[in-house]
T-cell receptor, first 113, second 112 residues
Framework: GEDVEQSLFLSVREGDSSVINCTYT??????LYWYKQEPGAGLQLLTY?????DMKQDQRLTVLLNKKDKHLSLRIADTQTGDSAIYFC?????????????FGKGTTLSVSS | DVKVTQSSRYLVKRTGEKVFLECVQD?????MFWYRQDPGLGLRLIYF???????EKGDIPEGYSVSREKKERFSLILESASTNQTSMYLC???????????FGPGTRLTVT
């Protein structure tokens, strides 16, 4: 079945890099996403990567995709206290654009100053 | 900017009450979704809708129903609220053929 796995917690110091990891099971997923949820808020799309790419960089964010191992990571450079949030990995699943994304359980990132 | 709004941020209801959660999007999106979010369980899909008057069960539809009479509005109905439905409810929408979902701010429902 489809499943997306993430570690539940990550704690880093301000200024360090954070790396949040995710594994997924559906190799036919077309897109993979990272969403951010700040306390008391809905989910906000951070970035996404198309399945035929290995890497995508967007300012402080770097997404790495290893299709062979079905492993996705999100690296946040120079982590700030404002980056403290829950980060969700999601996959699009089979190529049906009308269906829902499949989300991981979320990784809570705690940034200390 | 896409805007997805939910009728309430916080709601407190009694066991057995009928509860309506409303979601509205202003970008003519065909697809709309209802999730619940619980600590340690992540997001679980309750129902989704392909288009007006069309709905599909998600992973946990028991105890819920939905209504989509207009394209911009997707309602989640708890026919008889129970304490185990205390949760954060998130609505999302997306436009075909994109996969990207846009989320509302969430409704935190407490059933006592």
């Amino acid at each position: 079945g489809e499943d997306v796995e993430q570690s539940l917690f990550l704690s880093v110091r301000e200024g360090d890099s954070s790396v949040i990891n995710c594994t997924y099971t559906d190799s036919s997923s077309t897109y993979l996403y990272w969403y951010k949820q700040e306390p008391g808020a809905g989910l906000q799309l951070l970035t996404y990567i198309f399945s035929n790419m290995d890497m995508k960089q967007d300012q402080r964010l770097t997404v790495l995709l290893n299709k062979k191992d079905k492993h996705l990571s999100l690296r946040i450079a120079d982590t700030q206290t404002g980056d403290s949030a829950i980060y969700f990995c999601a996959e699009s699943g089979p190529n049906q654009a009308g269906t829902a994304l499949i989300f991981g359980k979320g990784t809570t990132l705690s940034v200390s100053s | 900017d896409v805007k997805v709004t939910q009728s309430s941020r916080y709601l407190v209801k009694r066991t057995g009450e009928k509860v309506f959660l409303e979601c509205v999007q202003d970008m003519d999106h065909e697809n709309m979704f209802w999730y619940r979010q619980d600590p340690g369980l992540g997001l679980r899909l309750i129902y989704f809708s392909y288009d007006v008057k069309m709905k599909e069960k998600g992973d946990i539809p028991e105890g819920y129903s939905v209504s989509r009479e207009k394209k911009e509005r997707f309602s989640l109905i708890l026919e008889s609220a129970s304490t185990n439905q205390t949760s954060m409810y998130l609505c999302a929408s997306k436009k075909l053929p994109s996969y990207e979902q846009y989320f509302g701010p969430g409704t935190r429902l407490t059933v006592t």
